[in-house]
């Protein structure tokens, strides 16, 4: 059986034992704080906070709203509007994350010159738009299947340094496979972006729904196109090391409101099956 297809069999055989749930309430920066909004009997609510759509799901007899905490956030009262009518507040908590230094050998990962800046700030708002994109369609669960098979690192949030640099948080989840390997689209969704992008190498973008949106870097090969619909479990590309990294793993983040969220809260359970 080809490599591609024996893995996208082995996530089928999976997903009957992976236990589906709602993310947990996590509301501290990088977060996702879950409000009740209403009872499951009326028409989907909308949502909006800072200005922006929020993903509103069902469980249990009732409408959640799932909304991503930025990293930058400060702690205290922030809140949401449902129906441009009211308004619900929650208490954002405060949340350590850890600093990052790496070393990276090649200098214009770290200090790009005039044409690379030129080229970085083109791409950035491919990315931003991909990553901000809203499709109004009903999202039954949050819950992702892992892209790949690899140990996960607690990288989320970390404050980084490139060769004593000060640099942004990291926002996604890296996670160590050999070169090659094949990535699954963790749910099903349409592909909104790819490209070979200056740090993030080969890229793909997923979106879920409703500003639920997943992005994979530095991948080796990429083997999907923009507007292609995809089901949980099929082959996106391969791990590689493009782009701005330290070797071979993928970078895989997670979006909602266009904010990156911990991958952690949205990654299922996978349990013995019965």
């Known amino acids: 059986m080809p490599r591609t297809r024996a893995v996208v069999s082995l996530l089928g055989l999976l997903s009957a034992a992976i236990t589906v749930a709602a993310p947990a309430h996590a509301p501290w920066p990088g977060g996702i704080a879950v409000i009740d909004v209403g009872p499951a009997e009326a028409p989907r609510p909308i949502v909006e906070f800072d200005e922006r759509r929020v993903l509103v799901t069902q469980n249990g007899g009732?409408?959640?709203?799932?909304?991503?905490?930025?990293?930058?956030?400060?702690?205290?009262?922030?809140?949401?509007?449902?129906?441009?009518?009211?308004?619900?507040?929650?208490?954002?908590?405060?949340?350590?994350y850890r600093e990052q230094r790496l070393?990276?050998?090649?200098?214009?990962?770290?200090?790009?010159d005039e044409a690379q800046l030129e080229r970085i700030g083109r791409e950035r708002k491919i990315i931003d738009s991909a990553l901000r994109n809203w499709r109004d369609v009903d999202v039954g669960s949050l819950a992702l299947a892992a892209p790949v098979d690899g140990r996960r690192s607690s990288s989320f949030g970390l404050r980084r340094f490139f060769n004593d640099q000060p640099r942004s948080s990291h926002k996604g989840m890296d996670i160590a496979a050999p070169e090659g390997t094949v990535i699954a689209a963790p749910g099903h969704g349409v592909v909104t972006a790819t490209g070979d992008y200056f740090f993030n190498g080969n890229t793909v973008v997923i979106d879920h729904g409703q500003g639920f949106v997943t992005m994979y870097c530095h991948l080796s090969t990429i083997g999907v196109d923009e507007g292609q619909p995809l089901e949980t479990g099929e082959p996106i590309g391969t791990v590689g090391a493009t782009g701005r990294v330290t070797g071979p793993h993928l970078h895989f983040g997670t979006y909602l409101n266009g904010t990156a969220v911990d991958p952690a809260l949205l990654l299922q359970t996978v349990t013995a099956a019965e």
Do not use: C
């Open 62 to 96: 009732r409408w959640q709203a799932a909304i991503g905490i930025p990293l930058d956030a400060s702690t205290g009262e922030m809140s949401i509007r449902v129906n441009t009518a009211r308004d619900i507040t929650f208490e954002v908590r405060e949340h350590a």
């Open 103 to 112: 070393t990276v050998k090649n200098k214009k990962y770290v200090t790009p």
